[in-house]
């Protein structure tokens, strides 16, 4: 349970860990990560409360902050996505090795975005969540992006 605030959405996406202080640091790629995270984007078309990613920084606050402290919810939401099968298709690709640091594989990450031509991300994060979409792109069950 975490005590209200405004910045209660931005604690949550610490808690979450879709923000951090070292590799996932921009909050609009923050949310965009938590959005597009299957469960969480269940959760919020549920409510009602898909935030609009084009919104300024507050009204997205404000909107998350509702969904989190909504009732028609169990609270129940997604943390940010395991770099597992990301690091797997890295060291497939041969564009890591097996104990490379987190920094290696931001690296690595951005080398194969670039390669790959898909869209930059700032973040860690948001890295693992566009190469995971790329590569479930062809899956039929997956929903669309929500995007800014």
């Not at 996406?13 to 969480?40: C, H």
């Not at 990613?53 to 395991?82: E, I, K, N």
């Not at 390669?115 to 700032?122: F, N």
């Amino acid at each position: 349970m975490m005590e209200d605030s405004p910045d209660l959405g931005e604690r949550i996406l610490r808690k979450l860990g879709y923000l951090d202080d070292s590799f996932n640091t921009d909050l609009e790629e923050a949310l965009q990560v938590f959005v597009n995270t299957s469960e969480n984007k269940r959760l919020l078309r549920t409510i009602g409360a898909i935030p609009d990613l084009r919104d300024a920084d507050s009204a997205m606050s404000v909107t998350l902050r509702q969904a989190f402290l909504s009732s028609r919810t169990d609270g129940s939401w997604q943390q940010a996505p395991s770099d597992t099968n990301v690091r797997q298709l890295l060291l497939q690709r041969r564009l890591l090795h097996k104990s490379a640091s987190k920094g290696d594989v931001f690296k690595a990450m951005q080398q194969y975005v670039q390669k790959e031509s898909l869209e930059t991300m700032k973040t860690y994060n948001g890295l693992v969540w566009r190469i995971v979409a790329a590569m479930n792109a062809e899956d039929p069950c997956r929903r669309d992006v929500v995007s800014p």
